[in-house]
C-alpha cells in the first residue's frame, strides 16, 4: 500500500525540486531569469551596468579616492543571444560642470579584449542579437567583470561634477549605454 502512494507523489516531486533548484541557482549567480533590467538601470539589451568594486549589485556608485576613479564594467550576453565579435566596450569620462566641462576622456576595448582581461570563461559561437537585427559569430556568457584601471584611460580627474559613460558599439550602433553621475 505504501508503495503505491509514492508512486503517485514522484511525478509532483521531480518538477518542483527542478523549479526550486533553477530559481536558486539563478538568484544566487546573478543570472536574469526573466531578461528585465531593474528599474533605474539604464538602457542596454546586454545588461552592462558599471559596478563600483566591493558593493556588487550597487550600479550607480562610482568609488573615488585621492582624486582616482575607480569602477567597473560588467558586460552579459542576452538569454540565448551573443555579442557580436568585432564589437567594443568603451568608456568616458565626461565633465558635467563649468570648471571641467572641457575634460572628455576615451578608452575603449575590442570585445575580445574585454572577456579576456574579465579573466572568466567565455564561449563563441554562431547567434543573433534581436536588438540590431544581428546573425553572426558572437560571444555567449554571463557578468564578465573589469575594472577600468584595465583600460587605457587616465583615472585621475580634478575637482567637479563628472559623467561615467559605459557603451558597447558594433558597427558604429549603440548595443548599450549607461551614465553614472559622480563627483571628485
Known amino acids: 500500500m ?4 509514492n508512486n503517485r507523489i514522484m511525478p509532483y516531486i521531480l518538477p518542483i525540486v527542478t523549479l526550486v533548484t533553477l530559481f536558486l541557482t539563478f538568484t544566487f549567480t546573478g543570472f536574469d ?7 533605474g538601470s539604464g538602457s542596454g539589451i546586454t545588461g552592462m551596468t558599471a559596478t563600483t ?5 550597487n550600479p ?17 550576453a542576452p538569454t540565448n543571444q551573443v555579442i557580436p ?10 565633465g558635467k560642470t563649468s570648471e571641467v566641462l572641457s575634460i572628455k576622456r576615451k578608452a575603449a576595448m575590442t570585445i575580445e579584449e574585454f572577456l579576456i582581461a574579465s579573466r572568466k ?3 563563441k559561437e554562431y547567434g543573433e542579437l ?16 573589469v575594472d577600468i584601471s584595465e583600460f587605457d584611460i587616465d583615472n585621475a580627474l580634478p575637482t ?11 558597427q558604429d550602433r549603440v548595443i548599450a549605454n549607461r551614465e553614472r553621475s559622480f563627483h571628485v
Not at 2 to 5: K, L, Q, S, T, Y
Not at 33 to 39: K, Q, W
Not at 53 to 57: E, I, V
Open 160 to 170: 567637479g561634477e563628472y559623467l561615467l559613460r559605459t557603451e558597447i558599439i558594433h
Open 33 to 39: 531569469l526573466f531578461g528585465n533590467d531593474s528599474p
Open 53 to 57: 568594486p566591493g558593493t556588487p549589485g
Open 2 to 5: 505504501g508503495m503505491r502512494r
Open 85 to 94: 565579435t568585432g564589437s567594443s566596450v568603451n568608456i568616458y569620462f565626461l
Open 130 to 145: 534581436h536588438a540590431i537585427d544581428y546573425d553572426g559569430p558572437g560571444y555567449v556568457g554571463q557578468n564578465h567583470t
Open 60 to 76: 550607480d556608485a562610482v568609488e573615488v579616492t585621492a582624486g582616482r576613479v575607480s569602477a567597473q564594467v560588467r558586460v552579459s
Open 121 to 123: 570563461l567565455f564561449k
